[in-house]
T-cell receptor
Framework: ETGVTQTPRHLVMGMTNKKSLKCEQH?????MYWYKQSAKKPLELMFV???????ENNSVPSRFSPECPNSSHLFLHLHTLQPEDSALYLC??????????????FGAGSRLTVL | GQNIDQPTEMTATEGAIVQINCTYQ??????LFWYQQHAGEAPTFLSY??LDGLEEKGRFSSFLSRSKGYSYLLLKELQMKDSASYLC??????????WGAGTKLIIKP
């Protein structure tokens, strides 16, 4: 596979469940990102990993827990979510953070519904 | 605060030309990006402007004026497949990407 792959594409969970979103990139990139996309709102950056190290956490609630075991894989662990957390969660990768064009390659997203 | 403004929705006719505007107020500037996102799909990179002027890439062109805090994306010879959301994003002085809410473009036959 090429590009950025996210699984599952759709997820419905109750507020007491624990689930995980997975992201995998086969582009040889060193930076990976989690974004939240809600209808008619700008993309919200959640977490950034650069060479497996977390370099950014945008004041995200602790019910979202990221994990980056290597430069190709990124997880978002979810627990005790709220209905307002329902959104499209996008994973992206880039060569690295910082200077240069640093174009992001996105996955198709995981559509999360919290009941 | 930092802000990116773009129209929420635009409608155009197949074969025509449409211009999607983006104005920004950010702490510094290190480039402006346009991404295309079809419904249910990943955003995909369209263009990058860091210097003033027009960048042309096939039917799509992107313009930047840093002094005016303004960019536009110009789509020519519109096709039905161009129906999508178009996202404007600016990289600030800390190399953080600031995103607009996107413009949904509807193409009618």
């Amino acid at each position: 596979e090429t590009g950025v792959t996210q699984t599952p594409r759709h997820l419905v969970m109750g507020m007491t469940n624990k689930k995980s979103l997975k992201c995998e990139q086969h582009l040889g990139h060193n930076a990976m990102y989690w974004y939240k996309q809600s209808a008619k709102k700008p993309l919200e950056l959640m977490f950034v990993y650069n060479f497996k190290e977390q370099t950014e956490n945008n004041s995200v609630p602790s019910r979202f827990s990221p994990e980056c075991p290597n430069s190709s894989h990124l997880f978002l662990h979810l627990h005790t979510l709220q209905p307002e957390d329902s959104a499209l969660y996008l994973c992206a990768s880039s060569q690295a953070t910082g200077s240069g064009a640093n174009v992001l390659t996105f996955g198709a997203g995981s559509r999360l519904t919290v009941l | 605060g930092q802000n990116i403004d773009q129209p929420t929705e635009m409608t155009a006719t197949e074969g025509a030309i449409v211009q999607i505007n983006c104005t920004y107020q950010t702490s510094g500037f290190n480039g402006l990006f346009w991404y295309q996102q079809h419904a249910g799909e990943a955003p995909t990179f369209l263009s990058y402007n860091v210097l003033d002027g027009l960048e042309e890439k096939g039917r799509f062109s992107s313009f930047l004026s840093r002094s005016k805090g303004y960019s536009y994306l110009l789509l020519k010879e519109l096709q039905m497949k161009d129906s999508a959301s178009y996202l404007c994003a600016v990289r600030d002085s800390n190399y953080q990407l600031i995103w607009g809410a996107g413009t949904k473009l509807i193409i009618k036959p």
